[in-house]
């Protein structure tokens, strides 16, 4: 029964690779949203994304994509990976027109070797 | 430039103290503002929302504060608890597309024996 979930938990990877974090929520909600949380454990906005539009934040290299299968699903793809790309990355998701709480994953912890 | 900061990185309270963290704001004008609970290897607990057309918000042991002409707000937890211990996030919202948050960086609360 959990509302937001993302796999994998942990992910380490080389430099150079192409990897994917997978995002799922059982919650109804229009609206999903990848953040990143870097090693000062800033959380920052990477991506929202609804039935109408994807916002993407400017500062996010267009190596990261999501891709968005249904509505209860935005996977995060990520190509050529660099060291950089190490952080926390968390799913959230919400219903806009309500009271606009975010519901977030539990966090993917990607390392880059 | 557009800023949002919590005060100190941390703050030790002793238990059945009331603990206050602040969160001011410049270059922004927001809609809403919420506070987030985030313990270690977990995503963030939405806690609060707080309108800029309203002054406090309530729920059990917490209340909100928000001055939109002072640009703070202020987040209590009154009779605090050692399982209070956490880092507290604030965070800007806008309007109810499929915007995202913009964090502060957090406040780690220390509530001691």
């Known amino acids: 029964d959990t509302a937001v979930s993302q796999t994998p938990k942990y992910l380490v990877t080389q430099m150079g690779n192409d990897k994917s974090i997978k995002c799922e929520q059982n919650?109804?909600?229009?609206?999903m949203y990848w953040y990143k949380q870097d090693s000062k454990k800033f959380l920052k906005i990477m991506f929202s994304?609804?039935?109408?539009?994807?916002?993407i934040n400017e500062t996010v290299p267009n190596r990261f994509s999501p891709k968005s299968p249904d509505k209860a699903h935005l996977n995060l793809h990520i190509n050529s990976l660099e060291l950089g790309d190490s952080a926390v990355y968390f799913c959230?998701?919400?219903?806009?027109?309500?009271?606009?709480?975010?519901?977030f994953g539990p966090g993917t912890r990607l390392t880059v070797t | 430039s557009q800023k949002i900061e919590q005060n100190s990185e941390a703050l030790n309270i002793q238990e059945g103290k009331t603990a206050t963290l602040t969160c001011n704001y410049t270059n922004y004008s927001p809609a809403y503002l919420q506070w987030y609970r985030q313990d270690p290897g977990r995503g963030p607990v939405f806690l609060l929302l707080i309108r800029e057309n309203e002054k406090e918000k309530r729920k059990e042991r917490l209340k909100v504060t928000f001055d939109t002409t002072l640009k703070q707000s202020l987040f209590h937890i009154t009779a605090s608890q050692p399982a209070d211990s956490a880092t507290y996030l604030c965070a800007l919202g806008w309007g109810g597309g499929a915007d995202g948050l913009t964090f502060g960086k957090g406040t780690h609360l220390i509530i001691q024996p």
């Open positions: 994304y609804n039935n109408k539009e994807l916002i």
């Open positions: 919650l109804g909600h229009d609206t």
């Open positions: 959230a998701s919400s219903r806009p027109g309500t009271s606009y709480e975010q519901y």
